[in-house]
């Protein structure tokens, strides 16, 4: 019933900016937290940036400052802006539906749905 499609990935030069998206249907979209979350080849899923229903954000502290999340309720969708990209961004992005309110938005425990996911590669 849930279905989450990512999209907007692709290769940049360290320093260059990639925005991401991701579409949501299938359930109450508007009433629920959402996030991003990147994983690496070999580690395990690390939260990037989550928005509650009320639109109260949270980042990853590494990431401050260079990536912003936005939600558009009226299209269902979810948006990842990055910019100043690093080589170790690398990863492949996955937006997801989270169970929490702020406190474990980009806890990838809370997770109740994932997306197929998006490549992003930055070379140095």
């Known amino acids: 019933q849930v279905q989450l499609v990512e999209s907007g990935g692709g290769s940049v030069q360290s320093g260059g900016s990639l925005r991401l998206s991701c579409v949501a249907s299938?359930?109450?979209?508007?009433?629920?937290?959402m996030g991003w979350f990147r994983r690496a080849p070999g580690k395990e899923h690390e939260g990037v940036a989550g928005?509650?229903?009320?639109?109260?954000?949270k980042y990853a502290e590494s990431l401050k400052g260079r990536f912003t999340i936005t939600r558009d309720k009226a299209k269902n969708a979810l948006y990842l802006q990055m910019n100043s990209l690093k080589p170790e961004d690398t990863a492949m992005y996955y937006c997801?539906?989270?169970?929490?309110?702020?406190?474990?938005?980009?806890?990838?425990?809370?997770?109740?749905?994932w997306g197929q996911g998006t490549q992003v590669t930055v070379s140095s």
């Open positions: 928005i509650t229903s009320g639109g109260t954000t």
């Open positions: 997801a539906r989270v169970n929490s309110g702020w406190s474990s938005l980009l806890d990838p425990g809370r997770v109740d749905a």
């Open positions: 299938g359930y109450p979209y508007n009433l629920y937290s």
